[in-house]
């Protein structure tokens, strides 16, 4: 049968009010939630993507269903719920980077569960993308994760998996076990270096890709921010080189890079090829400002490459 999408994604979308001084009360109010910055991403790369989420019947959920509309990401499996908020956050930036400030806790999203996932729309996609975000967020998130991801097994669809390991939302133990179980019914295990290295205990790459595919990955790409990534299929390994920019904002570029390798696989490349261009796409998303605005086109990218 046919895919109605190449991508789908899974997990908690959010508004986002990123702080445009370090130091100074100044917010501009953006969008983010991980996968949605990702699916995003994947559809200005050009895929055909849904999303699948809950949001409260507020103006935060309405703001987002127009974010989803604007950017061709279908929003048919995304439910809204009367009794619960859609989730916000604070990017504040100093010293160390970014960091976030969540206003989450029993938003809608949090409240999904395996009896509400839209599976025909899962069914019905080339590739699904989920992260250990919406594992961290509550019990029901996690079951509904973890269920989705079965699901996909069982109709051959692909599964990504972005560790997104955020330690205001859970414990590192119990982050250790979850995401060890996620990672081992992925096909695309897609951490960040720093992720991976909290969860492993390692800090060489290459034991670090050693350590992923024991857990049961095929395929991995460790993203290394500014220094790029390391991609691996289990038999050949490949490192792709920093491309050197200006970084304004780093939020989202683990998220880009996610979105823009799953589009290019689901157009037919190989897993190396996919990861160079995702490469250059997220090293043009940290030139701008936020998590989705600076997203690329594939005309920005085509160009850096
Ligand atoms: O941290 C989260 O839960 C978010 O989803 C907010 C950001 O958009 C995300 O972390 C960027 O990767």
């Given at each position: 049968m046919p895919h109605s999408f190449d991508i789908a994604a899974l997990g908690e979308a959010m508004l986002e009010f990123n702080?445009?001084?370090?130091?100074?009360p100044q917010y501009l109010q953006g969008f983010g939630g991980d996968t949605s910055n990702a699916v995003i991403a994947a559809a200005r790369a050009g895929a055909r993507t849904c999303y699948l989420t809950r949001l409260g019947a507020d103006w935060f959920g309405d703001e987002l269903m127009a974010l989803w509309r604007r950017e061709g990401v279908?929003?048919?499996?995304v439910e809204r719920d009367r009794q619960a908020h859609t989730g916000i956050y604070f990017v504040t930036h100093g010293e160390g980077g970014h960091a976030f400030s969540y206003l989450?806790?029993?938003s809608a999203a949090s409240r999904m569960t395996p009896e509400w996932l839209p599976r025909e729309r899962v069914q019905q996609s080339r590739i699904l993308h989920v992260s250990g975000i919406s594992l961290a967020i509550s019990d029901s998130a996690r079951e509904t994760v973890l269920e989705a991801m079965r699901v996909a097994r069982e109709a051959g669809t692909l599964v990504a998996f972005d560790?997104?390991?955020?330690?205001k939302l859970w414990p590192l133990e119990v982050a250790r076990q979850t995401i060890a179980q996620a990672a081992s019914l992925c096909d695309y295990f897609l951490p960040s270096v720093e992720d991976a290295a909290a969860l492993?205990?390692?800090?060489a790459p290459a034991a670090i890709l050693d350590w992923a595919h024991a857990l049961g990955a095929p395929q991995v790409v460790l993203k290394l921010g500014a220094e790029g990534a390391l991609a691996s299929d289990g038999r050949r390994r490949e490192r792709i080189a920093g491309v050197p920019v200006r970084a304004i904002d780093a939020t989202g570029a683990g998220d880009c890079y996610c979105g823009n390798l799953l589009a290019r696989i689901a157009r037919g490349e190989d897993l190396f090829a996919a990861a160079r261009y995702a490469n250059a796409a997220a090293a043009l998303a940290?030139?701008?400002?936020?998590?989705?605005?600076?997203?690329?086109?594939p005309r920005e990218v085509e160009a850096l490459l």
């Open positions: 702080q445009t001084r370090p130091g100074e279908d929003a048919g499996g989450r806790a029993g560790s997104n390991l955020r330690l492993s205990g390692m800090h940290v030139q701008g400002f936020g998590a989705v605005a600076p997203l690329p086109y």
